[in-house]
């Protein structure tokens, strides 16, 4: 009887509080004193860890490397092919399977 009452219990608590759909966007928030030396270093465990200094990678138990500093970085913003006119955005690359050399060479 005790078993039923249990199951019914169960039963009417997961009916009252229903199911909890996330929706995105999903945020972690860091507190500013959360530093990765806090992040511990576990044998044989792949973890991430993000910290207020960035995210922080450990592989199979190794030292924790740093992943992300949360810096913004411009990148490459735009490319110049041979001294052509600089192209930005999606560039494609058409890689020829011949390569020609060119060489002067000055006689004195």
């Known amino acids: 009887?005790?078993?039923?009452?249990?199951i019914?219990?169960?039963f009417f608590l997961g009916w009252?509080?229903?199911?909890?759909?996330?929706?995105?966007?999903?945020q972690v928030?860091?507190?500013?004193?959360?530093?990765?030396?806090?992040?511990?270093?576990?044998?044989?465990?792949?973890?991430?860890?993000l910290a207020s200094d960035g995210l922080w990678l450990s592989i199979n138990g190794a030292a924790y490397v740093q992943v992300q500093t949360g810096a913004v970085?411009?990148?490459?913003?735009?490319?110049?092919?041979?001294?052509?006119?600089p192209v930005s955005g999606a560039?494609?690359?058409?890689?020829?399977s011949?390569?020609?050399s060119v060489t002067t060479t000055t006689i004195q």
């Open 98 to 100: 011949k390569a020609v």
């Open 16 to 26: 009252c509080v229903g199911a909890q759909t996330l929706a995105p966007p999903w």
């Open 1 to 6: 009887m005790k078993r039923i009452l249990s």
């Open 29 to 49: 928030g860091v507190p500013t004193a959360a530093t990765h030396t806090a992040c511990t270093v576990t044998a044989s465990t792949t973890q991430m860890c």
């Open 8 to 10: 019914a219990a169960i």
């Open 91 to 96: 560039v494609s690359f058409t890689v020829p």
């Open 73 to 85: 970085v411009a990148g490459v913003t735009s490319i110049s092919i041979n001294g052509g006119t």
